[in-house]
């Protein structure tokens, strides 16, 4: 009887190292993704600022890019900035564009925000694999 514990707890274990390395290869592949995704994202950003709009062609393959990579929801948000004149001079407010419109001329001084989340995962599933990305990047139109 003693000897079939020491099978049962040596196939366990084996099965437990085999279960555990093909979860961690798993994460780091999620790992990957994500950074790929960052990564994508980055670039997109870079061009639309530095061309000063975003034309539909490049979003349209932005999008394809992130699809390929996984479920990820995109919201890209321009924030323009109008100045007005006031009692203690010049006053700047940023207004809110919901969705950027497709070769609309970014308004130097205007800021970029591309926001793309990746949905919420189970609790095993995150423990195994790490939580959902976030990634938030832009900046300002010069």
């Known amino acids: 009887m003693e000897a079939f514990g020491r099978v049962v707890a040596v196939v366990l274990a084996v099965t437990g190292l085999v279960f ?38 490049e979003k349209e393959r932005y999008e394809k890019q992130m699809a390929v990579l996984g479920n990820y929801q995109i919201q890209i948000t321009v924030y323009e900035r109008r100045r007005f004149e006031g009692e203690n001079g010049r006053v700047y407010t940023y207004s809110e564009l919901p ?43 010069s």
Do not use: D, W
Not at 24 to 36: N, S
Not at 106 to 113: A, I, T
């Open 20 to 57: 555990c390395g093909l979860f961690l290869k798993v994460g780091h592949l999620q790992r990957q993704r994500t950074i790929t995704a960052r990564t994508v994202t980055k670039e997109f950003a870079a061009m639309a600022l530095e061309e000063g709009n975003i034309s539909k062609e």
């Open 99 to 141: 969705v950027a419109s497709e070769g609309k001329q970014l308004v130097p001084g205007s800021y970029l925000r591309i926001q793309v989340t990746e949905p919420s995962k189970g609790a095993v599933e995150s423990l195994f694999r790490g939580p959902g990305a976030v990634i938030i990047t832009g900046g300002r139109v």
